[in-house]
């Protein structure tokens, strides 16, 4: 029985990594969702934050970092150097593995508080290194992360609850 758990947990690993792609790859494609020098409105961020609820945060973990090399086939990686890629990439998206983390709040509804927690430290790490590596101001970083990073927010806030509650349903059966 732990055999057949493995192997379908590498299978919900594997859907999860091309959900995100795929919905990567339309979120490149589409110019209204895409920032001129790197940062998208994420909608692919659900599918991780779906990952890290639905496998734990371990599995979320993997998930996230398995998809951030996978990015590079589909879209051109900004970035100034090697920790700037770490910072921006790997801890930016790999954070959102560890959403599950973060306590439920219930108050007349179900408010999943990893993916507010998640998405305020990312867009933290954008502000730091729109600063640092791409030098500009602490405001311009401010505006030009905020107007992507606010809607990935806002997407992950009212599209990961209702998508959970099918995902707990379909994992179930």
Not at 3 to 9: A, G, N
Not at 78 to 97: D, H, K, M, S
Not at 105 to 118: A, P, R, S, W
């Given at each position: 029985?732990?055999?057949?758990?493995?192997?379908?947990?590498?299978?919900?690993?594997?859907?999860?990594?091309?959900?995100?792609?795929?919905?990567?790859?339309?979120?490149?494609?589409?110019?209204?969702?895409?920032?001129?020098?790197?940062?998208?409105?994420?909608?692919?961020?659900v599918v991780?934050?779906?990952?890290?609820?639905?496998?734990?945060?371990?599995?979320?973990?993997?998930?996230?970092l398995l998809?951030?090399?996978?990015?590079?086939?589909?879209?051109?990686?900004?970035?100034?150097?090697?920790?700037?890629?770490?910072?921006?990439?790997?801890?930016?998206?790999?954070?959102?593995?560890?959403?599950?983390?973060?306590?439920?709040?219930?108050?007349?509804?179900?408010?999943?508080?990893?993916?507010?927690?998640?998405?305020?430290?990312?867009?933290?790490?954008?502000?730091?290194?729109?600063?640092?590596?791409?030098?500009?101001?602490?405001?311009?970083?401010?505006?030009?992360?905020?107007?992507?990073?606010?809607?990935?927010?806002?997407?992950?806030i009212i599209?990961?609850?209702?998508?959970?509650?099918?995902?707990?349903?379909?994992?179930?059966?």
């Amino acid at each position: 029985m732990k055999r057949s758990r493995v192997v379908l947990d590498m299978v919900w690993i594997g859907v999860y990594a091309a959900l995100f792609i795929a919905l990567d790859y339309i979120s490149n494609q589409v110019p209204f969702f895409r920032m001129p020098n790197g940062g998208t409105v994420g909608f692919s961020t659900v599918v991780l934050l779906l990952a890290s609820y639905h496998l734990g945060w371990k599995k979320g973990l993997i998930v996230s970092l398995l998809t951030i090399p996978l990015q590079g086939f589909f879209a051109p990686f900004y970035f100034v150097n090697l920790f700037g890629f770490f910072l921006e990439y790997v801890v930016a998206f790999g954070i959102y593995g560890l959403a599950s983390l973060f306590p439920n709040i219930n108050y007349k509804v179900e408010i999943m508080t990893g993916v507010i927690v998640v998405n305020v430290i990312r867009f933290f790490i954008h502000l730091v290194a729109g600063v640092y590596f791409w030098e500009i101001t602490w405001w311009g970083s401010f505006v030009y992360n905020f107007g992507y990073m606010f809607m990935t927010l806002l997407v992950g806030i009212i599209f990961t609850p209702l998508i959970y509650k099918r995902i707990k349903i379909i994992a179930n059966h």
